[in-house]
């Protein structure tokens, strides 16, 4: 399995033809305690950058885009009862949505952790 990250904060960790996509450590810091979370219907196709779920804290509603093109296989439905998973495993059992990969050549646009780590030192 292979992980890959957007400038979005998001993570994408695709095995075979099925990517699971959640936010990052980085992202639920920012966001604080998660209180909430929106997730998208199985069947959902999505373009890359789509809105693909909605995640709101104390502090701020956040949207979670989607890093490649894809058809939604299944929701993180463990979320919706229990949002402040999010916070205690983010890049882990907190992940969003299950996605058929829609186009394979579009993850060579996203960063490799390492690439990733010194972009958030950027910020």
Known sequence: MTTYYSKD?????????V??????????EQLGDVVFVE????GKTLSQGDEAAVVESVKAASEVYAPIDGEIVEANDALADEPAKVNEDPEGAAWF???KVGNADQLSELM????????????
């Open 9 to 17: 904060h998001e993570w994408i960790a695709v095995d075979g033809d």
């Open 19 to 28: 990517a699971t996509v959640g936010i990052t450590s980085y992202a639920q």
């Open 39 to 42: 997730l998208p219907e199985a």
């Open 97 to 99: 949505l299950k996605m």
């Open 112 to 123: 490799d952790e390492a690439a990733y780590k010194a972009f958030v030192e950027t910020l």
